[in-house]
């Protein structure tokens, strides 16, 4: 077995695709065997299970490892196995050519430089043949070669190569695939795979292997732009490192990043590797690593850094080329989880442009409102936030994404263009339900009573207990309290200053939300700026839903010995960066609505001051119904 394969040669990854029993296998282990690729004991396993078992001899044994693909006969998993030949270093990717292990075959041929699309001659382009040729143009693959396998049960004909070679050149004209090879072979009696065949004497191509030495390998992802998706944030000692596999491009101690698609920005102090004196100045792509800031800042998984002359695109929507492979077809408007690189968020497919039916090749028409399993798309879609990624054609690793259904893989894609974002369509005035409605069925009116104040403050103590007794007074009342919103809605912001805008923002639009079904909404929030306050007021406002500030009062050293939730000693310690009334400012109201005292003034108290505040607001009696003109009008409903 020749397993001298020189130095700091390039590997060249090539993915073999082809249906269950077209010999795919078959040829990947003559490969194997003719290349004197294979260890001697596997040899020799493989003839001693044949003859234990009294069949005849299959290359396919020497790679169908699993007991379950040799007991049916079919590859299951994705398995790579490595050859030298020529002065070259290939790696082959069996893809799973089955239709249930789709996936498998996706997830294997993302990474190749090459497909080599297995065809039996003898039976032609099936279903399973065009589905796989689709894959590989959604994949981007432009090298391929179609190998026309089992020649000799078609008598090595020049005629039957003649009509394969005008079908294949078709469907992958049809495809927009280049047709670069299609070279008649025999797998099973190694008939043009190193050396011609005698019996191709009429064929004027190279055999296989020669062919293979003669393709492009792919660009070095060295010498493309900067992409480093975190993976983790992890904190030892004192230091706060950054972990993730850097896609591509090359990274440096002492080099200026941006974090997208936050725009943050912070300059590399270190490069951290295990053992410590491993540690590099410059890291390449292909490499996992863990880096060190010369600035802590906020920022977590999902975002990728780059530089900034060679940026990401930042943006919710997005042309795209998909292929589904869920049981349950893609629907309009559903929401399916988004994942890119570390990224991963909700996603809608707003429009489905073009469906490609995986039997004729031909789009669908009319354009079908759902995309059924198997089938292609071109779709726009639309992201929950900003994320960051590129152009499939610019950098495939973060131009590629897939949608689950219900934490289960359901469709990939590849990014094809990204759009201005639109709405996608008017969103008031759709309930058929008014306000005076739904006040004169609750018996009371809705209303946003925002409490701020520093944290421990009392905000959530007086919100909770407010909360309760409202309910049990037929008063229906929630509470937005701060660590929900930073545990579900907010939870991919961090906590500078814009993050902190957004945050409020969110909390005012979900607080108007639930105002306008009725409820009456407290917010127990910091919000420790006025504008962030006003902007929250004007958001309720804008839509007719009422609006009250209450400044909860304490000072910050009363604040700090109460601490219910630890926040100011982890801030004494470092942990918590900018934290309000220590490091970061808060402005107190300057007109509020309603001023509590929690430092002078006992909870009860405080209490008794809310509901003498908020009850004459919300509850509906017979002149408060008039002055909101609930009264009955009979020409209402007409």
């Excluded at 260890?39 to 044949?50: N, R």
């Excluded at 799973?96 to 292990?101: D, I, N, S």
């Excluded at 590129?390 to 094809?416: C, H, K, M, P, S």
């Excluded at 309760?468 to 906590?495: M, N, P, T």
Aim: charged share 25%.
């Amino acid at each position: 077995m020749n397993n001298h394969l020189p130095l700091g040669t390039k590997t060249f990854n090539i993915v073999f695709a082809g249906h269950v029993d077209h010999g795919k296998s078959t040829l990947i282990g003559r490969i194997l065997w003719d290349t004197d690729s294979v260890p001697k004991e596997k040899k020799e396993a493989a003839i001693a299970y044949c003859q234990k078992n009294r069949i005849e001899f299959e290359y396919a044994f020497l790679l169908d490892s699993l007991l379950e693909e040799r007991t049916q006969n079919i590859t299951i998993d994705v398995t790579e196995v490595n050859f030298f030949y020529g002065q070259r270093r290939f790696r082959i990717i069996d893809a799973p050519g089955h239709l249930e292990f789709l996936k498998n075959m996706i997830s294997g041929a993302t990474k190749a430089d090459a497909a080599v699309l297995v065809i039996d001659s003898s039976v032609g382009i099936g279903e399973q043949t065009k589905r796989h040729a689709m894959l590989l143009a959604l994949l981007g693959i432009k090298q391929i070669v179609v190998a026309l396998n089992k020649f000799d049960l078609v008598h090595y004909s020049p005629q039957a190569y003649k009509i394969l070679h005008n079908e294949c050149t078709q469907l992958l004209e049809k495809l927009e695939l280049p047709c670069n090879f299609v070279i008649p072979l025999s797998a099973k009696s190694g008939e043009n795979i190193i050396e011609r065949s005698m019996h191709l004497s009429w064929y004027e191509g190279k055999p296989l292997l020669e062919t293979l030495l003669g393709l492009d390998i792919s660009a070095s992802p060295e010498n493309s732009p900067l992409r480093f998706p975190i993976q983790d944030v992890f904190r030892f000692d004192e230091r706060r490192l950054l972990a993730g596999r850097i896609e591509s491009g090359k990274l440096q101690c002492g080099e200026l990043i941006t974090f997208y698609p936050s725009g943050k920005k912070s300059k590399v102090k270190a490069i951290h590797h295990w053992p410590p004196e491993s540690s590099p100045q410059v890291v390449l792509a292909g490499k996992s690593t863990a880096i060190q800031l010369e600035e802590e800042i906020f920022v977590e998984r999902g975002e990728i850094i780059a530089h900034e002359n060679t940026p990401p695109i930042v943006a919710t929507d997005f042309f795209a080329r998909i292929f589904w492979l869920g049981d349950q077809p893609l629907v309009l408007g559903a929401p399916y989880t988004f994942r890119l690189a570390t990224q991963q968020g909700i996603a809608r497919v707003l429009q489905i442009q073009r469906v490609i039916d995986a039997m004729t090749l031909e789009d669908l028409q009319p354009v079908p409102m759902e995309v059924k399993k198997n089938e292609t798309a071109e779709v726009i879609f639309r992201t929950s936030a900003p994320i960051a990624c590129d152009l499939f054609e610019n950098v495939q690793t973060t131009g590629r994404f897939v949608f689950a259904d219900q934490n289960r893989i359901a469709g990939g894609g590849i990014i094809l263009k990204a759009l201005p974002s639109k709405p996608v369509h008017e969103i008031k005035g759709r309930s058929r339900i008014s306000a005076a409605q739904r006040a004169k069925f609750l018996g009371h009116r809705s209303g946003v009573f925002w409490m701020t104040g520093l944290s421990g403050s009392g905000k959530t103590t007086l919100s909770n207990r407010l909360e309760q007794i409202l309910f049990h007074r037929g008063i229906l009342a929630y509470v937005i309290d701060g660590d929900e919103l930073r545990g579900g809605l907010s939870k991919d912001l961090g906590f500078d200053a814009q993050d902190r805008k957004e945050n409020i923002r969110r909390a005012a639009e979900t607080a108007k939300t639930l105002a306008k079904s009725g409820l009456v909404v407290i917010v127990a929030l910091i919000s420790p700026f006025e504008e962030d306050r006003k902007n929250a007021r004007s958001i309720c406002e804008k839509d007719g839903i009422l609006f009250k500030e209450i400044y909860v009062d304490a000072p910050i050293e009363i604040c700090k010995s109460r601490d219910p939730k630890f926040l100011y000693l982890k801030a004494s310690k470092g942990e918590i960066p900018k934290m309000t009334g220590l490091d970061s400012p808060y402005e107190p109201p300057s007109n509020c609505d309603l001023h509590l005292l929690t430092a002078q003034e006992s909870i009860e108290t405080c209490l008794e001051k809310l509901l003498d505040f908020i009850v004459p607001l919300v509850r509906i009696s017979p002149d408060k119904e008039r002055e909101l003109g609930l009264l009955e009008d009979p020409a209402a409903e007409i």
